[in-house]
């Protein structure tokens, strides 16, 4: 008897859904035919609203509930849904990678010390002496880590030509810019790009984010 009254009921439904996309089929708009699909499909998940909806189609004045527009559509089903969470944009993770080169710099040369360092003071000679140090120690660490080579052949002050399709990120116009490429003018920097890297790996659980450990000696 239980199965006799659920067919029955599934047949209802069934019935009343497409009653209500042949009624708003007529009216000729693809807006009407969407409502009607989203009305059966609200009858279908609620049984007040499916009674209303009969009730309503069999010319009871009885008001139907508002069918609010649905956020998103299931592939196949006109019943609004949610978007899954693995469908919502990550947000990039932070990482420590920006500051490695950086630290290798501070443990070699202090270079992070002498630059936050306030130096105002300090008589031009001492200030030579450790810019020399720091000099020679920081340029082996970028000789160590990293393989460079210059954007554009040539020195400062050299007259030099941008060709037309020039990479921008590659090769900075400045001054009276006109016209288009080519472009001639003086080099005032020849660039700098890297063509290799070579970070020694950070060891498990060290803290990406330290430039230089703090150092406390015992007694």
């Known amino acids: 008897m239980d199965m006799l009254w659920l067919g029955v009921a599934l047949g209802a439904l069934a019935a009343s859904f497409v009653v209500g996309v042949a009624a708003v089929a007529r009216a000729g708009t693809i807006n009407n035919v969407v409502f009607g699909l989203t009305v059966a499909g ?44 693995s469908l919502k944009p990550a947000v990039p993770k932070v990482t420590g990678e920006a500051v490695r080169l950086l630290a290798l710099l501070q443990g070699e040369s202090r270079l992070v010390d002498f630059l936050l360092e306030d130096i105002a003071g300090a008589p031009d000679a001492q200030i030579g002496q450790a810019v020399k140090e720091i000099h020679r120690k920081a340029a082996k660490v970028l000789k160590d880590h990293l393989t460079l080579s210059v954007v554009m052949a040539g020195a400062d002050g050299d007259r030099v030509t ?4 020039f990479d921008p990120s590659a090769v900075r116009v400045v001054g009276n810019v006109t016209g288009r490429p080519p472009f001639t003018g003086t080099l005032l920097h020849p660039g700098w790009r890297v063509k290799e890297v070579r970070l020694p790996a950070l060891a498990d659980g060290q803290d990406p984010f330290v430039l230089q450990p703090a150092e406390v000696e015992l007694a």
């Open 42 to 85: 609200q009858a279908r998940i609620d049984p007040a609203f499916a009674a209303r909806l009969r009730a309503a189609l069999a010319g009871v004045a009885e008001p139907v509930a508002e069918v609010k527009t649905p956020v998103a559509y299931a592939p196949g089903s006109p019943v609004a849904v949610s978007p899954p969470p």
């Open 162 to 165: 941008v060709a037309p399709g």
